[in-house]
């Protein structure tokens, strides 16, 4: 014979329904996080890969200009290249910095996301456990009761 039906099943359902639904945030998250990584990755590789190139290329015009007679327009190229430099430079600074600033916010996510996963994880754990008890104490009832049963049967019988 079955037992009693679980009267919060509704509930338990719920609960493991939203835990569920955390999971797959928290998933979500971190292959955001790991998205954001790359990037960030990439950005600092940008930006360590111009200023590479920048320093050969001002080293090789340097080189280039006490090795001969510059002209001003020489001077003048240079100095513009440089200044172009600089500001490429500033720029992938920036965007390393913001891809630096959208990895601590993608991080600090999935660890609100994974806090709020403990959070309803436990949730649904003490609704499973309350039905574990619920069900324990039914089993618990029957076997009472049918141990009474079969007292009463047994003392009818001796009567």
């Not at 002209?71 to 200044?83: I, K, P, T, W």
């Not at 008890?133 to 049963?149: K, M, N, T």
Request: with cysteine.
């Amino acid at each position: 014979m079955a037992g009693p039906r679980y009267p919060l099943e509704a509930l338990r359902k719920l609960r493991d329904e939203r835990a569920d639904a955390q999971v797959h945030a928290v998933a979500g998250q971190i292959v955001r996080c790991r998205a954001v990584e790359r990037a960030l990755a990439e950005a600092t590789a940008a930006r360590r890969a111009h200023a590479e190139q920048t320093r050969r290329s001002l080293e090789l015009e340097q080189e280039r200009l006490l090795a001969d007679r510059s002209s001003g327009a020489d001077l003048a190229r240079a100095a513009e290249f440089e200044a172009a430099a600089r500001a490429q430079a500033e720029l992938l600074e920036r965007a390393e910095a913001r891809a630096a600033q959208a990895l601590l916010e993608a991080r600090a996510e999935e660890h609100r996301l994974r806090e709020e996963l403990t959070r309803r994880e436990a949730d649904a754990q003490l609704v499973r456990n309350h039905e574990t008890s619920f069900h324990g104490r039914a089993a618990d009832q029957l076997e009472r009761a049918e141990e009474e049963a079969a007292l009463e049967q047994w003392n009818g019988r001796r009567r």
